[in-house]
């Protein structure tokens, strides 16, 4: 069966220091990949995603970035985060080529910007 | 990608069904509708989906209008643990998955 991990679960940075989450599929092959910021208590932003190794769409401009350098592995960065960096950091997976095809979640990071 | 509408919370009484609208007005011919729940703190979970028949799963029941513009889900007896907010989504054919502010529902005792 397929799975999704991502980590850390929680961290928390200083103002100006880099920043790398890391997320991993199993059981899947080329699946779509997605990166998602919550803020607290709001909803659920699209930051990223990947159809593809090396592949990044961008949705918000901001001092993020993703990285695919395998197929199942997605990296978000970023160089120096600021304070409203902080939220909670979803990844998530669809698998390919299938029209009513569901997306699922990893277990979420924390992030807090101090 | 087709914009949804849900009110921003509901109150349930425990052991009554939860009835949560959504509008997709904008919906076009093959576009999904799906449901999604996030319980604090932890990643959303995929709840039911359908596309124009009205559709029903171990968890909950979606009713689609004849139109597809609105649809409905439906937890037929709420527990306490069905607290959480539920996100109402148009799953066009491409990649994008754009989630709204969706709906907190609030089951009470």
């Known amino acids: 069966s397929q799975t999704i991990h991502q980590w850390p679960a929680t961290l928390v940075q200083p103002v100006g220091s880099p920043l790398s989450l890391e997320c991993t599929v199993e059981g899947t092959s080329n699946p779509n990949l997605y990166w998602y910021r919550q803020a607290a208590g709001r909803g659920l932003q699209l930051l990223f995603y990947?159809?593809?190794?090396?592949?990044i769409s961008s949705e918000v401009p901001q001092n993020l970035s993703a990285s695919r350098p395998q197929d199942r592995q997605f990296i978000l960065s970023s160089k120096k985060l600021l304070l409203s960096d902080s939220g909670f950091y979803l990844c998530?997976?669809?698998?390919?080529?299938?029209?009513?095809?569901?997306?699922?979640f990893g277990e979420g990071s924390w992030l807090t910007v101090v | 990608d087709a914009k949804t509408t849900q009110p921003p919370s509901m109150d349930c009484a425990e052991g009554r069904a939860a009835n949560l609208p959504c509008n997709h007005s904008?919906?076009?011919?093959?576009?999904?509708v799906y449901w999604y729940r996030q319980i604090h703190s932890q990643g959303p979970q995929y709840i039911i989906h359908?596309?124009?028949n009205n559709e029903t799963n171990e968890m909950a029941s979606l009713i689609i209008t004849e139109d597809r513009k609105s649809s409905t889900l439906i937890l037929p007896h709420a527990t306490l643990r069905d607290t959480a907010v539920y996100y109402c989504i148009v799953r066009p054919r491409g990649y994008k998955y754009i989630f709204g502010t969706g709906t907190r529902l609030k089951v009470l005792a």
């Open positions: 359908g596309l124009k």
């Open positions: 998530a997976w669809i698998g390919q080529g299938l029209a009513g095809n569901t997306i699922y």
């Open positions: 990947s159809v593809g190794i090396g592949q």
């Open positions: 904008t919906i076009s011919g093959n576009e999904y």
